[in-house]
């Protein structure tokens, strides 16, 4: 792949996302941005923080299928990666069925889409896929560069890997709470934990998959769910988790900071001292 990730980069919404934090991120030594949520297929955003950085990558994380034309999204990939070469990653995926009224058959969308990326000429190695299950895991493989878990855990990433095989890209998302007081950290985590995705059924499903059973994921998500999901503790408690992904497997670790809509700036900082 041409696109260099690095170990380590951060996840947030698009609109907590600006050229000027792009910018810090990038001093702090973090190889790749990921652009969260359903970014439009104009790209904008992502040309934004490209223009205003030197070499971080930017990713997105991701476009949703059912909302961003293919051939829209193809054009704005060549436009990006014509002005930014080797730097940017098309994150592509099909989102969740709860957020789309006419979701249906979900694996022959991706492949779908995926054809049609091809038609405009998005390179194999210039997209990525969000996967969780076996089946779309094994197409990442096929079809993209690799796969963008989120909401996962080590166990997750090592089973992925066992399937992927060793060539291919792995770069699972986590969420963080720079925060020593386990108490306080679960009530900062849980919330954007339980609503949306202990509600919607791929990610439940996937918890099923892991060994969880319904009793940790009802109800919000028991304080050990709660505590996989989001790591929490000081930079170099939640360092050793983000790094247990990459002796998983991942090739690529992007950290997520809790709350979304505090200042992410003293928890990338803190980490990057743990991390780098």
Same mark, same amino acid.
């Given at each position: 792949?041409?696109?260099?990730?690095?170990?380590?980069?951060?996840?947030?919404?698009?609109?907590?996302?600006?050229?000027?934090?792009?910018?810090?991120v990038?001093?702090?030594? *973090?190889?790749?941005?990921?652009?969260?949520?359903?970014?439009?297929?104009?790209?904008t955003?992502a040309?934004?923080?490209?223009?205003?950085?030197?070499?971080?990558?930017?990713?997105?994380?991701?476009?949703?299928?059912?909302?961003?034309?293919?051939?829209?999204?193809?054009?704005?990939?060549h436009? +990006?990666?014509?002005?930014?070469?080797?730097? #940017?990653?098309?994150?592509v995926?099909?989102?969740?069925?709860?957020?789309?009224?006419? *979701?249906q058959?979900?694996?022959?969308?991706?492949?779908?889409?995926?054809d049609?990326?091809?038609?405009?000429?998005?390179?194999?190695?210039?997209?990525?896929?969000?996967?969780?299950?076996?089946k779309?895991?094994e197409?990442?493989?096929e079809?993209?560069?690799?796969?963008?878990?989120?909401?996962?855990?080590?166990?997750h990433?090592?089973?992925?890997?066992?399937l992927l095989?060793?060539?291919?890209?792995?770069?699972?998302?986590?969420?963080?709470?720079?925060?020593?007081?386990?108490?306080?950290a679960?009530e900062?985590?849980?919330?954007?934990?339980?609503?949306?995705?202990?509600?919607?059924?791929?990610y439940?499903?996937?918890?099923?998959?892991?060994?969880?059973?319904?009793?940790e994921?009802?109800?919000g998500g028991s304080?050990?769910?709660?505590?996989?999901?989001?790591?929490h503790?000081?930079?170099?408690? +939640?360092?050793?988790?983000?790094?247990?992904?990459?002796?998983?497997?991942?090739d690529?670790v992007?950290?997520?900071?809790?709350?979304?809509?505090?200042?992410?700036?003293?928890?990338?900082?803190?980490?990057?001292?743990?991390? #780098?």
């Amino acid at each position: 792949m041409a696109v260099k990730l690095g170990k380590y980069g951060i996840w947030r919404g698009a609109a907590g996302l600006t050229p000027e934090l792009a910018a810090e991120v990038e001093k702090l030594g *973090y190889g790749a941005i990921w652009i969260g949520g359903s970014p439009p297929a104009d790209l904008t955003l992502a040309e934004s923080l490209l223009d205003a950085t030197s070499t971080i990558a930017v990713a997105t994380g991701i476009v949703n299928m059912w909302t961003a034309d293919a051939k829209t999204v193809g054009a704005s990939y060549h436009r +990006i990666t014509a002005k930014h070469p080797d730097r #940017f990653l098309l994150g592509v995926g099909v989102g969740h069925p709860e957020a789309t009224a006419e *979701y249906q058959k979900p694996y022959d969308k991706i492949v779908s889409y995926l054809d049609e990326l091809d038609e405009a000429g998005v390179p194999v190695e210039g997209r990525a896929l969000a996967a969780l299950g076996p089946k779309v895991l094994e197409l990442s493989a096929e079809r993209t560069a690799g796969a963008h878990p989120y909401l996962t855990t080590p166990d997750h990433t090592r089973q992925a890997r066992e399937l992927l095989g060793p060539d291919v890209l792995l770069a699972p998302e986590h969420k963080v709470v720079l925060e020593t007081d386990a108490a306080l950290a679960r009530e900062i985590a849980r919330p954007p934990i339980n609503m949306p995705y202990l509600n919607l059924r791929n990610y439940v499903n996937n918890l099923r998959r892991l060994g969880w059973d319904e009793s940790e994921i009802a109800d919000g998500g028991s304080d050990r769910l709660i505590d996989a999901l989001g790591l929490h503790g000081d930079a170099r408690t +939640i360092a050793r988790g983000l790094n247990a992904h990459l002796e998983a497997g991942a090739d690529h670790v992007c950290l997520h900071n809790l709350p979304d809509d505090a200042d992410p700036l003293p928890t990338y900082r803190a980490l990057a001292e743990a991390l #780098f």
